[in-house]
């Protein structure tokens, strides 16, 4: 089992800069694949970008490539999602996730966390 908290959700204007934590606790942190999701009101969770379990392979969805980056901390347990240059459409609830499978699909993820607003104003 791993538990999965994210934080470093909230409100910022269009162009503006939030980084999200996703702190993972349980089992070895080191063993997953992670992944970070969103869904916006009345759509679908989205794939927005992953990192595999050694750190070296990233992935990410056409609509924050070279806006978002992913990383990870294995001492620490956390993986991180930068997000810049945001617009009003990044506005969702935003999830992290792990998985044994390095993925961009939901249903290979085995653990996901609470979720935490993100929201930009135009």
């Known amino acids: 089992q791993v538990q999965l908290v994210e934080s470093g959700g909230g409100l910022v204007q269009t162009g503006g800069s939030l980084r999200l934590s996703c702190a993972a606790s349980?089992?070895?942190?080191?063993?997953?694949?992670m992944g970070w999701f969103r869904q916006a009101p009345g759509k679908e969770r989205e794939f927005v970008a992953a990192?595999?379990?050694?750190?070296?392979?990233?992935r990410y969805a056409d609509s924050v490539k070279g806006r978002f980056t992913i990383t990870r901390d294995d001492a620490e347990n956390t993986v991180y999602l930068q997000m810049n240059s945001l617009k009003p459409e990044d506005t969702a609830v935003y999830y992290c996730?792990?998985?044994?499978?390095?993925?961009?699909?939901?249903?290979?993820?085995?653990?996901w966390g609470q979720g935490t607003q993100v929201t930009v104003s135009s």
């Open positions: 996730a792990a998985g044994g499978t390095f993925s961009s699909t939901p249903r290979y993820y085995d653990y």
């Open positions: 349980g089992r070895t942190f080191t063993i997953y694949n």
């Open positions: 990192i595999s379990r050694s750190g070296i392979t990233t």
